[in-house]
């Protein structure tokens, strides 16, 4: 086959892929949407209050250390790749690999730190949450799961 027809099915099949899985996701958000509006509908039917919202959602990405892993991997991977295809095209992947040292440096040098910070917010987020369902439905603010 050749390469140029290679290189649009690989590009076609990737931006195919691309807007299916946007598509899923739009979809899927708005079947949640419409889910919530008719939970808050019955409830008004019925005469009671209206259903709290969702709970609150941690704030987690990806922790650098993971970033710069996958960076690192992908970057070796691909100079190797790049350097035995023929192509003088190999610093690339230098350059991600680069990439993927920058994140883990950081990481050890204080976003360990952070990253801890961060999910010790999350947890104390969701507790309070929960103190909250508590107060609502009568139950006592001490009696976590």
Same mark, same amino acid.
């Given at each position: 086959? =050749?390469?140029?027809?290679? &290189? ?6 990737? +931006? ?10 739009? %979809?899927? $958000?708005?079947?949640? %949407? ?13 005469? $009671?209050? &209206? ?10 990405? $990806? ?11 992908m970057?070796?991977?691909l100079?190797? #790749? &790049?350097?035995?295809?023929?192509? %003088?095209?190999?610093p ?11 994140? &883990? ?7 360990? =730190?952070?990253?801890? $910070?961060?999910?010790? +917010? ?5 507790? #309070?949450?929960? %103190?909250?369902?508590? #107060? ?10």
């Open positions: 086959m =050749n390469e140029k027809w290679m &290189l649009v099915f690989i590009v076609g099949g990737a +931006l195919l892929f691309l807007g299916t899985w946007i598509r899923l996701e739009i %979809r899927y $958000r708005t079947h949640d %949407r419409e889910l919530l509006g008719k939970e808050r509908l019955a409830a008004i039917d019925k005469g $009671r209050g &209206l259903p709290l919202s969702l709970p609150p959602t941690p704030h987690r990405k $990806r922790s650098s250390f993971q970033d710069g892993i996958g960076f690192l991997v970057g070796l991977g100079a190797y #790749a &790049l350097s035995h295809s023929g192509f %003088r095209a190999w690339w992947g230098i350059f991600v690999s680069s990439i993927g040292l920058a994140h &883990l440096a950081y990481w050890f040098l204080g976003g360990k =730190n952070e990253w801890g $910070r961060q999910v010790a +917010l999350d947890e104390e987020l969701q507790r #309070a949450y929960i %103190r909250r369902l508590q #107060a609502e439905a009568g139950g006592h603010p001490g009696q976590e799961g």
